[in-house]
T-cell receptor
Framework: QKEVEQNSGPLSVPEGAIASLNCTYS??????FFWYRQYSGKSPELIMS????GDKEDGRFTAQLNKASQYVSLLIRDSQPSDSATYLC?????????????FGKGTHLIIQP | KAGVTQTPRYLIKTRGQQVTLSCSPI?????VSWYQQTPGQGLQFLFE???????NKGNFPGRFSGRQFSNSRSEMNVSTLELGDSALYLC?????????????FGEGSRLTVL
């Protein structure tokens, strides 16, 4: 049974600070990792994907992957109130997209003005 | 470019009935997958279709089924509805030319079973 674990939060961060979201996964052969953002009442939206160990930066977002530790994280710099949402970590196994993504239950992030 | 379109957006059914949900993927996307989202279980994979073939199915009972048409549009069906089937059903499409996990989700169909 593949599992993806996230702290449900809420994680409260002051505006302008760095928000750090963490995720661990159980399937050691997982190859691809994704962060989706879901606003209340809306559908998930892909914000970052990462496929190899290390850091990947895109604007204010940085994804970090450590396959040895089976750990993925998302950093949001200069947090804005509009970043308040639930962030879902998703993992794709070695079977590719046909196996579907395994999602964590999400971390609820609140950016305090 | 139009996004993923799901219909209906909201529906209410009673136990024992069946329901059919429809999904039109982004133009050019040939892979369509379905997910169930509930507060308790989060997002769970139902099945994925590519070129009218079901490639894999998640851990759901046989009451959950789907199909894909030649124009890549997809439908999912739930028969003999149970209270626990109340959920947001999300359809997602992807361009198989790109990473399979980079999904574009529709707004979902919210099913309430009474």
């Amino acid at each position: 049974q593949k599992e993806v674990e996230q702290n449900s939060g809420p994680l409260s961060v002051p505006e302008g600070a760095i928000a750090s979201l963490n995720c661990t996964y159980s399937d050691r052969v997982s190859q691809s990792f994704f962060w989706y953002r879901q606003y209340s009442g809306k559908s998930p939206e892909l914000i970052m994907s990462i496929y190899s160990n290390g850091d990947k930066e895109d604007g204010r977002f940085t994804a970090q992957l450590n396959k040895a530790s089976q750990y993925v994280s998302l950093l949001i710099r200069d947090s804005q109130p509009s970043d308040s949402a639930t962030y879902l970590c998703a993992v794709e196994g070695s079977g590719g997209g046909a196996d579907g993504l395994t999602f964590g239950k999400g971390t609820h992030l609140i950016i305090q003005p | 470019k139009a996004g993923v379109t799901q219909t209906p957006r909201y529906l209410i059914k009673t136990r024992g009935q069946q329901v059919t949900l429809s999904c039109s993927p982004i133009s050019g996307h040939r892979s369509v997958s379905w997910y169930q989202q509930t507060p308790g279980q989060g997002l769970q994979f139902l099945f994925e279709y590519f070129s009218e073939t079901q490639r894999n199915k998640g851990n759901f009972p046989g009451r959950f089924s789907g199909r894909q048409f030649s124009n890549s549009r997809s439908e999912m069906n739930v028969s003999t509805l149970e209270l626990g089937d109340s959920a947001l059903y999300l359809c997602a499409s992807t361009d198989r030319g790109g990473p399979a996990g980079e999904l574009f989700f529709g707004e979902g169909s919210r099913l309430t079973v009474l």
